[in-house]
């Protein structure tokens, strides 16, 4: 018998052997996308912090005044007495700015996917149909509810419909991501909207990447796809990353958001967000609406790094999001590539198994309206310095 702690420093060991040990990196400051590391001015293409939103004085203000007014934490969960005027108002800023029903706001995107497959999906007479490369969250939610699970290779609607023609049941959900956030590509989603009417399936869109930035007003995939409350019945938009704050919006029909207030585990049993919280994410979300320049730059960085890395024939993945995947495929050689570009100063991640499949790494480039043309120009020279082309 191997004692518990020598096997898990064996898995460890294991881990790191396989050049698939994770490190954090503890930033000493952040503003954007310059950040301090050991006292080293850094420049960081990993935050999703998408329009640079999390170090706006408005939402600085906003978080400050909530705290003052409300205190910091929120005291008990929504259905006992967490729940505030500020979290009501937000979550119909939200539903009318994504023009459905109704919205409720739950701790973050990841215990939104959680709380939303399991509340709807509560018998074993239940089908969830996923994408292969959905977020961990989708699932881990899949995982936790009693409904047959079938992932469906990645963007292949030929696959998902043989899938919805073979499974038949009385309830049915088709869960996707509307970005990808390991690759940057989009989904098909007026096709996914097809399938899911034709077969009376639910679609659940995961907008995590697209929500605040995409689409003239920056609604995310549905404004871009021009896709309504019938087309897209369940909407999750975290706000982790374009709007700079935190917790995550659910938006979608009256009947399916009282489902989640009365069933969702994830959002009953948990302490709600803080008040302060909540006036700070409208605060970000009125900027959103008012000031579209930051969603016009960051298109015209994306358009501008696409150039440069195509020009220097870097190896990126087909995606036109603020997302921009460079393929590498060996893990420990984009290990070494992260390594290298750090000690120029430029923080980049390695993403790599199980994050992505085996010999498929990729070095992650994460665009921001916080980026200049120099900025693009250093990372791009360094890449094609480092061989990482076709
Ligand atoms: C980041 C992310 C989540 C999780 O959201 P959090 O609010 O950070 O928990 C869920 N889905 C996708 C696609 C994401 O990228």
Known sequence: MIEPLAFFQQ???????????????????????????????????????????????RVIKALQE??????????????VSGYTSAHAELEKAFANFLQRDRAVFFSN????????INALLQTKQAVLFQDKMNHASLLDAGKLSPALVKRYSHLNMHHLERQLQHYPAPLRIIATESIFSMTGDCAPLS?????AKRHSALLMVDDAHGIGYLGANGKGCTEVFELNQTDVPLLVCPLGKA????GAIVAGP?????????????????????????????????????????????????????RE???????????SSAIQPVFIGDEEKAVQI???????????????????????AVIRITLSAQHTDQDIERLVTLLESLHVTT
């Not at 909530?66 to 259905?79: D, M, P, Q």
Request: aromatic fraction near 10%; include cysteine; glycine fraction near 6%.
């Open 11 to 57: 898995q460890l060991e294991a881990r790191k052997a396989a050049h698939l040990f994770r490190e954090r990196t503890p930033l000493e400051n952040t503003r954007g996308v310059r950040i301090r590391i050991d006292g080293k001015d850094f420049l960081s293409f990993c935050t999703n912090d998408y329009l640079g939103l999390a170090s706006h004085p």
């Open 66 to 79: 909530g705290a003052e007014r409300w205190g910091v934490g929120s005291g008990a969960s929504a259905l």
């Open 109 to 116: 995107g990841f215990m939104a996917n959680i709380g939303v």
């Open 191 to 195: 096709h996914l909207v097809k399938l």
């Open 243 to 246: 709007f700079g704050c935190y």
């Open 254 to 306: 009256h009947a399916l958001l009282e489902m989640l207030v009365q069933y969702a585990r994830s959002y009953i049993y948990t302490t709600a967000l803080p008040p302060a919280l909540a006036e700070a994410a409208l605060s970000s979300l009125q900027l959103v609406q008012a000031e579209p320049k930051r969603r016009e730059y960051l298109q015209s960085v994306i358009h501008y790094f696409k």
């Open 309 to 319: 890395a195509k020009a220097r024939h870097l190896n990126i993945l087909p995606s």
């Open 338 to 360: 992260a390594d290298r570009l750090f000690r120029d100063n430029i923080l980049v991640k390695a993403l790599r198994y199980p994050t992505v499949p085996k010999q498929k």
